[in-house]
């Protein structure tokens, strides 16, 4: 009995450790953020917040439950915003910028993406591709999640981190996986910028065919109609990272178009759709451009 009261007090995380570095505790992280977790999995995770410095409540760092196919069981794994990685390379001297896209094949599928990463010491860019089928969350011939939902952000998103990486492993080998896809044997789940989306395996079911020739004008209009995500300014941003704008490109094309005067704030959701619309179609002029 002894052993086993020492094997877990080992994995307390103590509370007052928790609360100078403003991080939750275990009990927080068990009833609010990921109930799925076991003591040790919440361990590791606050264990690794103290280590590298990043905060869940600042949305940079989570603790996110998957499928494991092999055990038939959830687990849960400590991963990090794709921002992370980006910031720490761009805060060195050697940042040098970047440019990713997906890569399309004849028929305008999306088979991959690139991104190339400059640094100041270099000659050359580094170009680093990502296939489509070796990362993408697929079950059955079909994407799941937000590689449904958002697939060339997706992509996007690991193609740059792998590329950052590789290119700045001086500060960012130490952190957690960016996305699922790095995780072996996941399954229905995914995240981005801790928007976990888990499906459990008994609430998978078959999409019913829908036979548009058998609809009215009105209902084949609705069923044409793509449900837009809950709008947050991560996934705007990110996706601005991701297609290479900065703040002062949207802040410019915003007060351009919609005559703002300090705050993209002071636009309706539905005004910072449409920027988001023209930011995935990169029609907003860049810097320089």
């Not at 580094?126 to 059955?140: L, N």
């Not at 976990?196 to 008994?202: G, Q, R, S, T, Y």
């Not at 988001?276 to 002029?285: A, L, R, T």
Request: glycine residues 4%.
């Amino acid at each position: 009995m002894e052993d086993k009261k020492e094997k877990s007090t080992a994995l307390a995380f103590p509370d007052a450790d928790a609360r100078r570095l403003n991080l939750p505790t275990m009990a927080d992280v068990k009833n609010y953020l990921c109930p799925k977790a076991s003591d040790a999995e919440i361990f590791f995770f606050l264990t690794t917040c103290k280590v590298t410095g990043l905060n869940p409540f600042k949305s940079e760092i989570y603790l996110v439950p998957f499928y494991d196919q092999e055990t038939q069981k959830y687990k849960c794994v400590t991963m990090v915003s794709y921002l992370i990685p980006l910031k720490k390379a761009q805060a060195t001297q050697h940042w040098g910028g970047l440019k990713a896209d997906v890569i399309k094949d004849k028929d305008g599928k999306i088979k991959g993406a690139f991104c190339d990463v400059y640094r100041k010491d270099w000659k050359e860019p580094f170009h680093w591709e990502v296939d489509w089928d070796e990362v993408a969350k697929v079950k059955d011939g079909k994407p799941m999640g937000l590689w449904k939902k958002q697939p060339k952000f997706q992509i996007k998103k690991v193609c740059i981190k792998q590329a950052i990486s590789m290119v700045f492993p001086e500060v960012t080998g130490d952190l957690p996986p960016v996305t699922t896809s790095e995780v072996p044997n996941q399954d229905d789940v995914e995240v981005m910028n801790g928007d976990a989306e888990v499906v459990d395996k008994e609430e998978i079911k078959p999409e019913k065919e829908v036979r548009t020739d058998q609809l009215t004008a009105e209902e084949k209009s609705e069923t044409e109609k793509k449900p837009r995500p809950e709008f947050t300014w991560s996934l705007f941003w990110e996706t601005s990272h991701a297609h290479g704008y900065d703040s002062m490109d949207i802040h410019k094309y915003a007060k351009e178009k919609y005559g703002i005067q300090t705050s993209l704030t002071e636009l309706s959701e539905e005004k910072l759709w449409e920027i988001f619309d023209q930011i995935e179609q990169d029609v907003i002029p860049k810097k320089g451009s």
